[in-house]
C-alpha cells in the first residue's frame, strides 16, 4: 500500500477523502491472523466535522480473507465488511472529554496526529472486523478426517511390517 500519511485535522477540516484496494499481503499484522496472504482489502476514508463540531472520519473496509475454522481446522473465505465513525482529540485527555460529552458506544474516539498513516488505520479496523473465533457457518464434510482419526495405527504395528520382510 502506498504510505499515505494524511494531518488527520486538516484532513477532516476540508473534507477530505481516499479510497483503495490493498493486497492483503501488504498487511503484516492481518496476515498473520490469516490462513494465506490471498485477497485484498477495499477502504474508503472520509473527513469531516461530527457532533459539537469535533474534527470525525468515516472509515470503511470490505474484502475476504482466509481464515482457519476453529471446528474443522480448514481454511475459509471469510468476508470482511465495516464501517467506522472515529472522533478525533488532540491528547488522551481531549478524547476522554469528548467520549463522555458524546456519549455514544457507535463512535470510536481516538487521538489524531498531524501526520497519520491512513494504511494503519484501514489495518487496523480489518483486524478488528475478524471473528474472535473464526469458524465455517457449517463445516465440509469431514468424514475423510474423522476415518482418520479412527484409524490410528500403531507406530510398532509399522515395525512388525519392517521385521517380517
Not at 65 to 87: G, K, N
Not at 123 to 138: I, M, N
Amino acid at each position: 500500500m502506498n504510505a499515505i500519511v494524511i494531518d488527520a485535522f486538516e484532513f477532516c477540516r476540508s473534507n477530505g477523502s481516499h479510497e483503495g484496494v490493498t493486497p492483503v499481503a501488504e498487511m503484516t499484522r492481518l496476515t498473520k491472523d490469516c490462513a494465506d496472504t490471498s485477497g485484498t482489502i477495499t477502504w474508503k476514508v472520509e473527513g469531516g466535522t461530527g457532533k459539537m463540531g469535533f474534527p470525525q472520519m468515516k472509515l470503511s473496509v470490505a474484502g475476504t480473507v482466509q481464515l482457519v475454522c476453529q471446528r474443522c481446522l480448514t481454511p475459509y473465505a471469510h468476508t470482511i465488511d465495516s464501517s467506522t465513525l472515529l472522533m478525533l482529540g488532540k491528547d488522551d485527555q481531549q478524547a476522554d472529554e469528548i467520549e463522555e460529552m458524546i456519549d455514544d458506544e457507535t463512535i470510536d474516539v481516538i487521538v489524531g496526529s498531524r501526520s497519520m498513516a491512513v494504511a494503519d488505520l484501514v489495518e487496523d479496523e480489518a483486524l478488528l472486523a475478524l471473528p474472535h473465533t473464526p469458524k465455517h457457518e457449517v463445516c465440509p464434510d469431514s468424514a475423510l478426517l474423522d476415518k482418520a482419526k479412527s484409524e490410528k495405527i500403531s507406530p510398532f504395528d509399522a515395525l512388525k511390517g519392517l521385521k517380517s520382510e
